[in-house]
């Protein structure tokens, strides 16, 4: 049976980073006298570069208009740039944003608009114009450009921290969707255990999982304000140094998809080489915190420990 269901992709766990594309498309006219024409503003229908020009810059913030899945967009920077060479026109054109979803295809439709305003102002003086090449060159600023910079040797302890999954009343989610987010991004799960809310058996797990060499000790729950939160209490006085980049990335990201993300009290720090996650407990806030600062946290293991790339 046919699927005729139709959506756009969900982007709304991303987070929004500085997006390029570069786009080309190739115009071929059939004669000198065409490029003389357009060279020296004699096309009857105006000036070509500038008029097809101004047509990209206008089509390129249609395109989700026209392309049911392309998510609108704001379109922060547009650039078109025009190479003679012989009988073809080389049209450059650039997008830059900064969201959570890429560029080619706005690239590659601006591109293409000004490739057929060209071709529509040219036709009446040249019968063989043809369009060639609609390309994406090149984007950055996506997951791609990244997720191969990072150790693939690292390893991971993940710790609930909840009176109540320990005494087998409720259900470990939040600990599990951390363990897959870690296996996603290539990172093995060495220890995964649950403990009680005790700020001495928390400390404990974290000096014994350091003295192992593990490299990402995370703690998941107690991070509330309730008496018997004590994760915080239980690290900070353990941490070499506190990243509070990372500690305001989780809550930044968590407080544009629910208000009461500031009310957490997720930390993140170094004892020695590892570095030691307090997320919060619930399995949402669990998942969204590792979202929000994976795989780019990372990175901090190239400092560490140096870049090793197997």
Known sequence: MENNKSKMVDITHKSTTLRTAVAQAIIKVSKPETIEAIKNDTVPK????AMSKAAGLLGVKRTPDILPDCHPL????????Y???????????TVKTIYKTGVEVEAMHGASVVALNMYDMLKPIDKGI?????KLLNKKGGKSDFKDRFRSDLTAAVIVCSDTISAGHKEDKA????????????????EYIVIPDEKAVIQEKAKNYQSQGIDLIIYTGGTGLSARDVTPEALIPLLDRRIA??????????QDRTPYAMLS???????????????????NGAKESMDAIFPSVLHVFGILKGARHD
């Open 245 to 254: 980049g990372i500690e305001e990335a989780i809550r930044r990201y968590g």
């Open 46 to 49: 105006g000036n070509v570069l």
């Open 83 to 93: 190479d003679i060479n012989g009988l073809e026109i080389t049209i450059l054109f």
């Open 175 to 190: 600990g599990k969707a951390i363990i897959e987010k870690l296996e996603t991004n290539g990172v093995k799960i060495s």
């Open 74 to 81: 704001p379109i922060e920077f547009t650039s078109v740039e």
């Open 265 to 283: 009290r997720s930390v993140a720090g170094t004892i020695k080489n590892s570095l030691v996650l307090a997320l919060p407990g619930s399995t």
């Open 130 to 134: 043809e369009i060639h090449h609609i």
